[in-house]
């Protein structure tokens, strides 16, 4: 079986009517926390032997990032929020684990997830996705009913960040956006 390792963050941005959770939209009924693929990148190494010029030489690895290195430019790269815009909360990590079949092959994925603060409320989406918005814990959680793996992670980014006195809420009949938006950026065309 095929294994692929992904990784996101859950981004939280604080309002005056709470905390709203960055939820991108897929298409049909799917949405969920920006995330991708932890990418092996090529560069070059200079090693050396010793004192003299003459016995270092350039070598060439293969580096895998580190699991927080891709949440944040997968983000980015789907957002367009900076990584200089979030703040990473130190002591959250959640893992989800699940299979699917792509191609009909099953394959076995890992993602990790860390939890990031931002004041940043602007959002310009990739290509891959068709919206986005910035939904109330209650919300988010009615949104993301179909996946409980999903749902449970909410469940703990919330449980990080919010007052030790103030109890989750019951998820309402008909989620309320801030801002949704469903449009792409127009390219840049000349």
Do not use: C
């Amino acid at each position: 079986m095929k294994k692929e390792f992904s990784a996101g963050l859950i981004i939280v941005r604080r309002t005056p009517q709470g905390p709203r959770f960055l939820l991108l939209y897929h298409g049909g009924r799917y949405w969920n926390f920006p995330k991708g693929h932890i990418e092996y990148n090529m560069r070059n190494v200079e090693t050396s032997f010793g004192q003299d010029k003459e016995t270092s030489e350039t070598e060439t690895e293969s580096v895998r990032e580190t699991s927080k290195e891709a949440a944040i430019r997968e983000t980015f790269e789907e957002t367009g929020i900076s990584p200089e815009k979030l703040t990473i909360r130190k002591g959250f990590r959640a893992v989800e684990k699940f299979r699917f079949f792509k191609n009909r092959e099953q394959i076995f994925k890992v993602v990790i997830f860390y939890l990031a603060e931002t004041d940043e409320g602007d959002v310009k989406i990739s290509s891959e996705h068709e919206g986005f918005g910035w939904f109330l814990y209650k919300d988010a959680r009615y949104i993301l009913a179909p996946y409980k793996d999903s749902q449970k992670l909410l469940r703990n980014a919330y449980e990080a960040i919010k007052p030790k006195d103030v109890q989750p809420q019951r998820p309402p009949s008909k989620p309320q956006v801030d801002s949704p938006r469903y449009q792409r950026e127009p390219s840049d065309q000349a």
